[in-house]
């Protein structure tokens, strides 16, 4: 029992929950702050079968706040977070190095039983929503701005118009108020494969005043 991978998951929400979640497929778009993090969360807690895609390479800057080391420095982020799971639970992530654009959206989302959201521009969040409603795929958005942070189900979701994210890497505690956003998400998405009424539920956490209370 001891050399159970995931005992504290198994004892704190059943093996057949943990089993469950190993079924599921999710596709992380993103791989920087919010994509990176959310990945290993949920490596850690019985997901087997991740998805993720980003097109970008690992920078000096990102080891604050994402889950990289100095040696991944120039890597690109999806092969980089492939050998850090592989490397922590022995789990084999699909990566795609690429852009998503809606051309190749089906080619990489298709089969995800649920679709994370963890962009930093509104451009491909506006893109993922729209191929996400046509295709009646779940989504779950993230995202960070300064201080704040949200996690919200698309069916409460409106894309801002302009670029408001900031960049989050320059907010002095950007690690901690990322890392309150990844666990929002982690849990939202476990209780979505879990719970017999999935509350869907969506969140605001600003930091400032370490609250993490109901969206509106």
Same mark, same amino acid.
């Not at 990489?108 to 649920?114: P, R």
């Not at 698309?154 to 309150?180: F, K, S």
């Not at 939202?188 to 017999?196: H, P």
């Given at each position: 029992?001891?050399?159970?991978?995931?005992?504290?998951?198994?004892?704190?929400?059943?093996?057949?929950?943990?089993?469950?979640?190993?079924?599921?497929?999710?596709?992380?778009?993103?791989?920087?702050?919010?994509?990176?993090?959310?990945?290993?969360?949920?490596?850690?807690?019985?997901? !087997? !079968?991740?998805?993720?895609?980003?097109?970008?390479?690992?920078?000096?800057?990102?080891?604050?706040?994402?889950?990289?080391?100095?040696?991944?420095?120039?890597? $690109?982020?999806?092969?980089?977070?492939? %050998?850090? $799971?592989?490397?922590?639970?022995?789990?084999?992530?699909?990566?795609? %190095?690429?852009?998503?654009?809606?051309?190749?959206?089906? !080619?990489?989302? !298709?089969?995800?039983? $649920?679709?994370?959201?963890?962009?930093?521009? %509104?451009?491909?969040?506006?893109?993922? +929503?729209?191929?996400? +409603?046509?295709?009646?795929?779940? $989504?779950?958005?993230?995202?960070? %701005?300064?201080?704040?942070?949200?996690?919200?189900?698309?069916?409460?979701?409106?894309?801002?118009?302009?670029?408001?994210?900031?960049?989050?890497?320059?907010?002095?505690?950007?690690?901690?108020?990322?890392?309150?956003?990844?666990?929002?998400?982690?849990?939202?998405?476990?209780?979505?494969?879990?719970?017999?009424?999935?509350?869907?539920?969506?969140?605001?956490?600003?930091?400032?005043?370490?609250?993490?209370?109901?969206?509106?």
């Amino acid at each position: 029992m001891a050399n159970n991978l995931f005992l504290h998951e198994e004892i704190y929400r059943g093996e057949a929950a943990v089993k469950a979640l190993g079924e599921k497929t999710i596709a992380i778009c993103g791989a920087g702050t919010l994509g990176s993090n959310l990945a290993e969360t949920l490596i850690r807690q019985g997901f !087997k !079968k991740l998805r993720v895609v980003d097109m970008d390479r690992v920078d000096m800057h990102n080891l604050n706040t994402q889950c990289y080391d100095v040696q991944d420095v120039g890597a $690109l982020k999806v092969q980089a977070l492939k %050998n850090r $799971l592989f490397r922590a639970t022995k789990a084999e992530i699909e990566i795609e %190095n690429k852009e998503l654009k809606a051309q190749n959206a089906k !080619k990489f989302l !298709k089969g995800a039983d $649920l679709v994370v959201d963890a962009f930093d521009n %509104n451009a491909s969040r506006q893109m993922l +929503r729209d191929y996400c +409603r046509e295709s009646k795929q779940d $989504l779950l958005h993230a995202g960070l %701005n300064g201080g704040y942070g949200e996690v919200v189900w698309d069916a409460h979701y409106t894309v801002p118009q302009d670029q408001t994210e900031g960049n989050a890497c320059e907010y002095p505690l950007a690690r901690n108020l990322a890392m309150l956003v990844v666990s929002m998400v982690a849990e939202e998405i476990i209780d979505r494969f879990t719970a017999k009424k999935p509350r869907y539920g969506c969140w605001a956490i600003t930091l400032k005043d370490l609250k993490i209370q109901p969206y509106r």
